[in-house]
């Protein structure tokens, strides 16, 4: 079978399975980059570009919003890219 036959086949079996081709919820971590979090990391991020010499590290953040470090410098990398 060719990739786009069986593609095509994959999405009929799941219609009559499911009666619909949406993604099925998966299991695993749910993602930090909800808009909630979003909005707070760059509402923390601006306030701190107002106030010279009052920044905190991304672990401060990160320990004070319950985000991980990680996913914080990403926001912030990610909330750079776009201004």
Do not use: W
């Amino acid at each position: 079978m060719s990739g786009r036959y069986r593609a095509a086949c994959d999405v009929l079996k799941k219609l009559r399975d499911t009666s619909s081709t949406a993604m099925q919820p998966r299991s695993g971590r749910q993602s930090a980059r909800t808009d909630e979090n979003v909005d707070a990391v760059n509402a923390l991020f601006l306030s701190q570009k107002s106030a010279p010499k009052m920044h905190q590290t991304t672990r401060q953040i990160a320990r004070d919003t319950i985000i991980h470090q990680l996913s914080f410098a990403l926001f912030i990398k990610i909330f750079n890219s776009n201004v």
